[in-house]
């Protein structure tokens, strides 16, 4: 497949990296040369420096035969235009924009997008996805990482295990007769900076975070049994009242189970927005990392913190200052994956890198064929991917224990007409189930064509 990728960015990049590695044939453009000479010089990708909204440089790129153009520069207009140029001169069948202004995603304009109008086919908005990751992650406090699957009838959970963890040293294998009933299993282990699929006979240590793959209706069993306790979140403060920040709000704002909600945002024109734009949440103008007016949001009452600004060392900073004040759950936004190894030491609790979900997000619609979900771990360690078996898969009629998996890929589950199952040794998993692996970033390709994928993008 010929692709486009406009914008060389972190998230333009991870794709590059992505796509590039599964042999695709991979054009990146950007304004900016240093970062088409980044791409170029670590990637398996072309790199052509100029306007990604310009017809010519479009030419350049190899437009006149590419597949799909995915536009993910920094600007909503650029991306916008750029669709519109790949349709109307080069019929690219395939196009992809991030948009990041809440006003083009107004559902109300959605008809601007038609193929007779502006023909983009799929809108990645990041503060939607952002948004979306923040109540993941309200919704399973005790875990650091979150993601649902199969319809919303399975989650992934990344824990991190301390001395209170009661199967430390346990073989995994016998942690699975201990807890025969129990619908979930580790598929991911980081220990020391490094992620592996782990071996029946491998034992989690006290410092690993482990990455399990549970039935929604076995999370809070599953959470117990790696020592974590389920948190009410009745009161919560969030520090930022931009896009991520007024969207988590609203959602809190139409939730059934009333969660009582103050937004602290620094910038006066973006608090008044936001108090307009909300009923039932109290917005404080002021600094989030100011004590005093955090005392005032009542974060020493709180059952969790939400830190969102466009800062990731604000967020990092208001985080560790609400934990000193008390608030038992702190969650920041961190974009730069190299911040990661000090939520632990700093002693916050959970973070959402925006990258990570807007790759995802990304590749879910890049990957169409029967792939139905895919979530990137880390900084592109590793990907979870749900697919539907095709009867010309070979895993289709063949028994879990007899498929030749790599080393780096683990079943995390099965679901067969809307029940999900616990994958065993002996499961036979056969044509229309939906599969969901682990696979670490080296092994995807394979994975792939294992799922017979590759040979239909969308």
């Known amino acids: ?55 010519d440089i479009l030419d350049r790129a190899g437009a006149r035969d590419a597949d799909m153009i995915i536009a993910a520069t920094h600007s909503d207009e650029v991306n916008m235009v750029t669709c519109q140029v790949a349709h109307s001169v080069f019929s690219i069948q395939r196009k992809i924009a991030r948009l990041r202004s809440q006003s083009y995603l107004t559902a109300i304009y959605s008809d601007l997008y038609r193929r007779d109008h502006l023909p983009i086919d799929v809108v990645i908005s990041p503060e939607r996805e952002v948004a979306a990751a923040a109540m993941q992650r309200l919704a399973a406090p005790a875990a650091f990482d979150t993601e649902t699957f199969m319809e919303g009838r399975a989650q992934l959970l990344g824990i991190a295990l301390d001395e209170e963890c009661p199967v430390l040293n346990t073989p995994l294998r016998q942690l699975t007769d201990l807890f025969s009933t129990l619908r979930s299993i580790v598929v991911g282990v980081r220990r020391d900076g490094s992620l592996f699929a782990p071996e029946p006979n491998d034992q989690l240590f006290v410092g690993d975070e482990c990455y399990v793959f549970a039935h929604v209706d076995d999370v809070g069993r599953t959470m117990e049994i790696f020592g974590k306790e389920q948190y009410k979140q009745e009161r919560l403060v969030i520090v930022g009242g931009g896009n991520v920040g007024l ?203 294992l799922m017979q994928v590759s040979i239909d993008y969308f």
């Open 1 to 55: 497949m010929k692709v486009i990728i406009c914008g060389a960015g972190q998230v333009g990049w991870q794709i590059a990296r992505h796509l590039s590695g599964e042999s695709n044939d991979v054009t990146v453009v950007d304004s900016n040369p240093d970062l088409v000479r980044r791409a170029t010089d670590t990637l398996d990708v072309q790199g052509i420096a100029g306007f990604a909204s310009y017809p």
């Open 247 to 449: 969207t988590v709000a609203k959602t809190l704002e139409t939730r059934q189970k009333r969660t009582r909600a103050k937004v602290i945002e620094k910038s006066r024109k973006c608090a008044e927005l936001a108090a307009d734009a909300l009923e039932r949440t109290i917005v404080l103008h002021g600094d989030g990392l100011d004590a005093t007016l955090l005392r005032e949001a009542g974060i020493d009452r709180a059952d969790a913190m939400l830190a969102v600004t466009d800062d990731d060392k604000t967020n990092m900073l208001a985080a560790v200052r609400a934990k000193a004040e008390g608030c038992p759950y702190a969650i920041a936004l961190i974009n730069d994956p190299t911040l990661v190894p000090m939520m632990a030491p700093l002693g916050i609790d959970a973070y959402i890198n925006p990258r990570a979900t807007t790759v995802s997000s990304i590749l879910r619609h890049i990957r169409h064929g029967r792939v139905r979900a895919v979530y990137s771990i880390g900084d592109a360690e590793a990907e979870v991917i749900e697919a539907e078996v095709m009867s010309t898969s070979p895993l289709a009629g063949q028994r879990i224990r007899d498929i030749d998996f790599p080393e780096g890929v683990l079943v995390g589950a099965i679901m067969r007409e809307g029940e999900v199952m616990r994958p065993t040794g002996g499961l036979r998993i056969e044509e229309k189930d939906v599969i969901a692996l682990f696979a670490l970033a080296d092994d995807v390709p394979e994975v792939e064509r």
